[in-house]
């Protein structure tokens, strides 16, 4: 569904196409209706489109959509410290998951997803974790196209270690 104006509403054609008759001249504007389009798609550039016309008659429109992507991932304890999320490798929940200032928490099993993404270049970093653990912040660069779906982006954690000292009095 398109609305024009804040005020008509308009369903597209099979093809996607749709009307407004009779618009008189000067500025209007045309915007995607939040949750008209199937969950995997959006507008590519934006939900609001703005255009002007000169005379009564006919204008064309071309809003380009695109298939979103998704991002899921893993925070984990990294008990041998290799860099690898292994098998009996745990989940960390309660992290906090940034990807180019959105953030999201991890569940109980240390997963983190983002959907809904419009095709660009992402950066994807840890901002968070509970205090026993110790992490580097790092930047992961993400080239999204599409209709990608990237499932398997694991980061690592180990554990503070506390050296304790003692002295013999």
């Known amino acids: 569904e398109v609305i024009l104006d804040g005020k008509e509403i308009r369903k597209t054609d099979n093809k996607g196409r749709f009307s407004f008759k009779f618009l008189e001249k000067g500025k209007h504007r045309v915007e995607i209706r939040y949750g008209a389009l199937p969950s995997e798609l959006g507008s590519a550039t934006s939900e609001i489109f703005e255009f002007e016309t000169n005379i009564i008659g006919r204008k064309m429109i071309i809003i380009p959509i695109t298939e979103y992507a998704e991002i899921k991932g893993f925070v984990f304890f990294d008990e041998n410290k290799n860099g690898i999320k292994d098998e009996k490798e745990k989940g960390i929940e309660n992290c906090i998951v940034s990807l180019n200032g959105f953030s999201t928490i991890t569940d109980k099993n ?40 990237i499932e398997n982006i694991n980061i690592p954690l180990t554990k503070f270690e506390k050296k304790i000292k003692y002295y013999k009095f």
């Open 110 to 149: 240390g997963m983190f997803y983002f959907n809904a993404i419009k095709p660009g270049t992402y950066s994807l970093k840890l901002i968070d974790a509970p205090y026993e653990y110790v992490f580097t912040p790092q930047e992961i660069k993400i080239s999204i196209t599409p209709g990608t779906k």
